[in-house]
T-cell receptor, first 112, second 116 residues
């Protein structure tokens, strides 16, 4: 049973436009959500996170939005750049737990 | 430079052989983790360790074993009992287990294991 779902395996976006990556979750007890970015043959790197008590967190070109009632979060990248082409993993955690639960990832292609 | 080193980057083994993947970190992190990535499967937790000489099973621990004799090292052994060992293996660490909001996972660059 997948608790963190990324339903789009891939997404293509024109350079300079906005990229929106979506993530849904089932466990309403998750208290923190994170996004990781992964290039081929490398480990994921932490990108941005958001606490469940907030609905938005912004860091430069990256903004994460959280809709708790819909159990949905999204990562917005604007403007999209060629170096943003990667796989993006959504992840969630329970504060009292020792584990992060990852989604299956969405591969983002930035088109020239 | 502080970081996590996984070696080797590529590893080939014959079916039926045990193989050990190395993971070393010099970040002084207490917690270490092993994940497995398969195409279209995301990251799945194999084992994790919050402190030296202690470790817990993750979601897919069957066919794997670990040890944590030193804070810096968390080797993973893929045994012959693991039915589908071919995968990309990622080691990670964090300052402390839990509370990932202020201690995100730091990943190594992975080891791609191919068993034939």
């Amino acid at each position: 049973d997948q608790q963190v779902k990324q339903n789009s395996p891939s997404l293509s976006v024109q350079e300079g436009r906005i990229s929106i990556l979506n993530c849904d979750y089932t466990n309403s007890m998750f208290d923190y959500f994170l996004w990781y970015k992964k290039y081929p043959a490398e480990g994921p790197t932490f990108l941005i996170s958001i606490s469940s008590i907030k609905d938005k967190n912004e860091d430069g070109r990256f903004t994460v939005f959280l809709n708790k009632s819909a159990k949905h979060l999204s990562l917005h990248i604007v403007p999209s750049q060629p170096g943003d082409s990667a796989v993006y993993f959504c992840a969630a955690t329970l504060g009292r737990d020792d584990k992060i639960i990852f989604g299956k990832g969405t591969r983002l292609h930035i088109l020239p | 430079d502080g970081g996590i080193t996984q070696s080797p980057k590529y590893l080939f083994r014959k079916e039926g052989q045990n193989v050990t993947l190395s993971c070393e970190q010099n970040l002084n992190h207490d917690a270490m983790y092993w994940y497995r990535q398969d195409p279209g499967q995301g990251l799945r937790l194999i084992y994790y360790s919050q402190i030296v000489n202690d470790f817990q099973k993750g979601d897919i621990a069957e066919g794997y074993s670990v040890s944590r004799e030193k804070k810096e090292s968390f080797p993973l052994t893929v045994t012959s009992a693991q039915k589908n060992p071919t995968a990309f293996y990622l080691c990670a660490s964090s300052v402390a287990a839990g509370g990932f909001y202020n201690s995100p996972l730091h990943f190594g660059n992975g080891t791609r294991l191919t068993v034939t």
